[in-house]
């Protein structure tokens, strides 16, 4: 190595001074490591969890139903029809009926009804992904053994009828679509609540509030309510949407007749309290954005003869919106994963009818899947897991389609 | 109330015995200053003396910084800008402001004249105005191909002089320039002090400079600023014709300033 030259008085301490920044770069590169381990692990479990082989069997051995030979898959639809006729008591094949009549249903749909009424799968037996690619065969002489009549499928649990199917108490059937729309209903109403108070809060508080005892005060305060734990927001929520505009949140004052008897306990009440929650971080984050926005330019608009509103509405806003909806998108996306304030508010555990206006009875995905976690048994847990997949795909593209409207945004010259 | 627009006062800005704080701290001390119309009066003096302070009372911006106020009065036509019936926004209207750093706002060139025009309700025709505006600040036949390109787009000096044309575009009578040249270099440079000449036609300009050779070239009067005795508060030391304050200086100080026998 090159001999440094040394001043008198000081000393030779490069080596030592290189030393020690490698020390730190190893340092934080291990934390990032450590972190990228755990979602790499976090993935890994809930794909386990997603596929795998699943033994059931029928209740109702489905060649019994076979006619003339024809097997129950291969008959018309008139057939179906009038084999569920003749099984299902009169008040469940009305209902079917109501919900969408017969004639307007296809072969297809109609053997699922037969399947799933009448042949009625049970699950003896869920694997997950890693034992079912590594001890098939185990898993095959397992249940040959034990269940010699069941049958042994490969299933994915994420599957196009599981996204549209809506929730219902057998894991072969259940979906996820109430819950999925009982999301996006409910983040519908956050966002029309939390976006326009926490962007009008944070101008005023950044163009308009002076500097005095009181705006401190209150600066102070919403940075603790940002703070507070979010099944505090769900005991708000429940104290002022649920119980004290009932008649609001319920849809009573807008005439309507509530026929679920949801009593307040509504998508609207819902979005209001995921609304108040994220609240204040939209606040801090719109807060930040404005002041980031370089003082020349506001002098620009002054020195011009522009009035305040002039310069904040053409000037300040547009510099600061890619700011103020980055800031939002984190709050959106913390309120799609809430679940306790949920809880709190009253969310149904199980409901099967879609959420369709916002004074509906409501369900979302993270409580369905903590409803179907917390059930001991195992394909409930896989349900679970392929919930949370479509969890993360909603979530991740709410938020790409933040980026991109904020990309908008902020193409500027 | 509207500020008035009859020119029968010579001095278009008057001070007097204008004293400037931040909060309880006084920055600038007693000044008395008289801007004579259609001329460019140039204030010099050392950084710190508060003379982009001064200037910024002369329009209100200085408002727009924490706790600023001030003592004194400063008359525009006659007329006590700081007045309760006066409309700070109106001031900045009639008095324009050139800054330090060019700072056109991030939009086309076209867009920066369009909108400070717009908002005060021109109903005119915008090319027409678009054009003017970039002409009498010598920038047109520059932009005239690129007017949708952004403003930023431009070199410093370019966008020093849209940040003039912007500031004519809405005829105020007055322009406050503070150090309007300071970020340029020595041919951008030239071209403003050109267009200074200019736009004293039809412009009153008062301008802050740290370059004496500017002031020397281009203003017709110069104050003078420097600290106090107690090093504490600026204040203007001497005001007179400009080629008086150059070469036969009546203050000891503002000698030593303008040779560069400053210490």
Wanted: include cysteine.
């Amino acid at each position: 190595m090159r001999e440094i030259a040394v001043v008198e008085g000081f000393a030779n301490n490069l080596d030592a001074r290189n030393r020690r920044g490698v020390m730190w770069h190893m340092l934080f590169q291990a934390s990032t490591v450590v972190g990228i381990i755990a979602l790499i692990a976090l993935m890994l479990n809930i794909i386990d969890g997603a596929f795998g082989y699943v033994a059931y069997e029928a209740s109702v051995d489905p060649d019994s139903l076979a006619v003339n030979g024809i097997p129950v898959q291969d008959q018309s639809k008139e057939q179906l029809v009038a084999l569920l006729q003749s099984k299902l008591s009169s008040g469940a094949y009305n209902k079917l009926n109501n919900e969408k009549p017969f004639v307007n249903r296809s072969q297809a749909e109609v053997y699922q009804l037969v399947v799933d009424r009448m042949i009625r799968p049970k699950i003896v037996g869920v694997w997950n992904l890693w034992p079912s690619l590594t001890q098939a065969d185990e898993i095959r002489a397992t249940v040959a053994k034990d269940h010699p009549k069941a049958e042994l499928d490969f299933v994915s649990w994420l599957t196009t009828n599981f996204i549209v199917r809506p929730q219902t108490s057998e894991p072969l059937t259940a979906g996820v679509r109430t819950a999925i729309l009982g999301s996006l209903w409910t983040i519908l109403f956050t966002i029309l609540l939390a976006f326009p108070i926490g962007l009008g809060a944070a101008i005023y508080l950044e163009e308009y509030a002076s500097d005095n005892r009181l705006n401190r005060i209150i600066q102070t305060n919403i940075n603790n309510l940002a703070g507070v734990p979010s099944i505090i927001y769900g005991i708000l929520g429940l104290a002022i949407f649920v119980r004290t505009l009932e008649a609001l949140t319920s849809g009573e004052v807008f005439g309507l007749v509530d026929p679920t008897t949801a009593n307040g306990r509504t998508v609207l009440s819902a979005g209001f309290t995921l609304g108040l929650l994220v609240l204040p971080i939209i606040i801090i984050n719109a807060q930040e954005a404005i002041r980031a926005v370089p003082r020349s330019l506001r002098n620009a608009s002054f020195g011009v003869g522009a009035t305040k509103w002039q310069t904040v509405w053409s000037h300040v806003l547009p510099n600061a919106m890619p700011g103020i909806l980055t800031g939002t998108i984190l709050a959106v996306s913390r309120a799609i994963g809430e679940t306790a304030p949920l809880v709190v508010v009253g969310a149904s555990t199980a409901i099967s009818f879609d959420p369709n206006s916002p004074f509906s009875k409501f369900t979302t995905l993270p409580i369905q899947i903590y409803q179907w976690t917390s059930r001991p048994q195992d394909e409930f847990r896989s349900l679970a897991a392929a919930s949370i997949i479509v969890l993360l795909i909603i979530l991740l593209s709410l938020n790409a389609s933040a980026i991109l409207l904020r990309n908008r945004f902020s193409r500027r010259f | 109330m509207t500020m008035n627009n009859d020119s029968d006062h010579k001095y278009v800005i008057e001070t007097h015995d204008l004293d400037i704080y931040y909060g309880t701290f006084k920055a600038v001390t007693g000044v008395n200053l008289k801007v004579e119309r259609n001329a460019i009066t140039a204030i010099i003096g050392p950084s710190g003396c508060g003379k982009s302070t001064l200037l910024r009372t002369f329009n209100r911006m200085n408002e727009l910084y924490a706790n600023t106020s001030i003592k004194g009065e400063v008359t525009f036509n006659g007329q006590d800008i700081y007045a309760k019936d006066v409309d700070p926004v109106e001031v900045r209207y009639r008095i324009g402001m050139v800054f330090q750093k060019p700072n056109p706002f991030p939009k086309s060139i076209y867009e920066n004249i369009a909108w400070t025009v717009r908002i005060h309700g021109y109903k005119g025709s915008m090319d027409e105005m678009v054009e003017n505006s970039l002409q009498q600040a010598a920038l047109w036949d520059e932009v005239k191909d690129k007017l949708h390109q952004s403003g930023l787009s431009l070199s410093g000096g370019q966008q020093q002089r849209l940040c003039i044309a912007r500031a004519i575009s809405i005829k105020p009578e007055v322009i406050l320039m503070d150090e309007p040249a300071s970020a340029l270099d020595p041919i951008a440079t030239l071209k403003i002090e050109e267009l200074l000449h200019e736009l004293k036609k039809n412009y009153t300009i008062v301008i802050v400079t740290h370059n004496m050779q500017q002031a020397a070239r281009v203003s017709d009067y110069t104050a003078m600023m420097m600290l106090t005795e107690d090093r504490r508060s600026g204040t203007v030391i001497e005001f007179n014709e400009t080629n008086r304050i150059f070469t036969n200086p009546k203050d000891k100080r503002t000698e030593d300033y303008v040779t560069g026998r400053f210490g």
